[in-house]
Nanobody, 127 residues
Framework: QVQLVESGGGLVQAGGSLRLSCAAS????????MGWYRQAPGKEREGVSC?????????FANAVKGRFTISRDNTKNTVVYLQMNSLKPEDTAVYSC???????????????????WGQGTQVTVSA
């Protein structure tokens, strides 16, 4: 059974940092791209960042470029991290990880086939 389990969310003041983790299990994900999405109340879900398999090239949404980094560890099961620095109140959202075959240049995954989602973790940034 495929599972993506996020952790690391919480409440932080503006300017602070958080690191999110997503542990993927149930199949081998080392050949899959991994990514993070977020959805704020009343807004559509948006891609934040993704990282490809293999060389691990990364892409980011414009809103988070220069503040967020993404990395992955395929040592055992695949774990993907999102390091969020210089957080802003507008970063407040539920952050979900996902896996798919391709990471696109805008920071989103190509959600056409063979993709999976986690349940999400809340990130709240206070002013």
């Amino acid at each position: 059974q495929v599972q993506l389990v996020e952790s690391g969310g919480g409440l932080v003041q503006a300017g602070g940092s958080l690191r999110l983790s997503c542990a993927a299990s149930g199949r081998t994900f080392s050949s899959y791209a991994m990514g993070w999405y977020r959805q704020a109340p009343g807004k559509e879900r948006e891609g934040v960042s993704c990282i490809s398999s293999g060389h691990g090239s990364t892409n980011f949404a414009n809103a988070v470029k220069g503040r967020f980094t993404i990395s992955r560890d395929n040592t055992k099961n695949t774990v993907v991290y999102l390091q969020m620095n210089s957080l802003k109140p507008e970063d407040t959202a539920v952050y979900s990880c996902a896996t798919a075959l391709r990471c696109l240049s805008n920071g989103e995954l190509e959600l056409l086939e063979d993709y999976y989602w986690g349940q999400g973790t809340q990130v709240t940034v206070s002013a």
